[in-house]
Every structure is written in structure tokens, then in C-alpha cells.
Nanobody, 124 residues
Framework: HVQLVESGGGSVQAGGSLRLSCAASAFTYSTHCMAWFRQAPGKEREGVATIYTGAGSTYYADSVKGRFTISQDNAKNTLYLQMNSLKPEDTAMYFC??????????????????WGQGTQVTVS
């Protein structure tokens, strides 16, 4: 069955960097809309970035544009999120998600049936 496993979270000071990874298995990685979401305590889940692995097209939330970069390694079936210039407001549980097919409306219209377990990012 489809599995998404995130790693790379941790605690960092404001201005620092982290790189999250999401290892995907049991599906044709090269034709999926892949996304990073985050959820802070007491807040709604927020879409952070998406990438259509078939074409490499990307979308970013305004709150992370210019600081975060979503990328992929198709050979390793792995999704990444490079996070630079981190701010305390970036503190959240970060999840990767997958939906077969292209990203629609920047991923806003995708249903994302597959989710990882999450990795915590804390910025102080």
C-alpha cells in the first residue's frame, strides 16, 4: 500500500534552516501531485507548497514564498522541502501528501488521499 514517511524536522533558532524529506513507496511517484502541509496547535491545516512530479511545476503559499523550496528526486521517490530563514510562525507539524495526477489550481483542488505521519518543526 502507499506509504509516505517524513523526516528532517527538529528545533532551530529563527533565521536557521531545515530540510524535510518525504520518502514515498508503492506508487508511481513520477505522476503525482505532491504537497507539503503544516498545522500549528489551534490552527487550521495550511498548504505550504506543491509540486507536480511529472512536470516539476511548483506552487508556494505566500507565507513561505522566497524562503522555502519544494523539490524532488524521482530516482529516490523522495520529496524535499528546504526551509530557510525560518521564523517562529513556521512552527508546526509538517505533513507530506500525495494525489495521483497533476496539481489542480496549484494543488488547492486536489484531494490528497495519501498522507504521511508528520514531522515537527519548532522555531524559537
Amino acid at each position: 500500500h502507499v506509504q509516505l514517511v517524513e523526516s528532517g524536522g527538529g528545533s532551530v533558532q529563527a533565521g536557521g534552516s531545515l530540510r524535510l524529506s518525504c520518502a514515498a513507496s508503492a506508487f508511481t511517484y513520477s505522476t503525482h501531485c505532491m504537497a507539503w502541509f503544516r498545522q500549528a496547535p489551534g490552527k487550521e491545516r495550511e498548504g505550504v507548497a506543491t509540486i507536480y512530479t511529472g512536470a516539476g511545476s511548483t506552487y508556494y503559499a505566500d507565507s513561505v514564498k522566497g524562503r522555502f523550496t519544494i523539490s524532488q528526486d524521482n530516482a529516490k521517490n523522495t520529496l524535499y522541502l528546504q526551509m530557510n530563514s525560518l521564523k517562529p510562525e513556521d512552527t508546526a507539524m509538517y505533513f507530506c501528501a500525495a494525489d495521483p495526477g497533476p496539481c489542480l489550481n496549484g494543488g488547492a483542488s486536489n484531494s490528497f488521499p495519501y498522507w504521511g505521519q508528520g514531522t515537527q518543526v519548532t522555531v524559537s
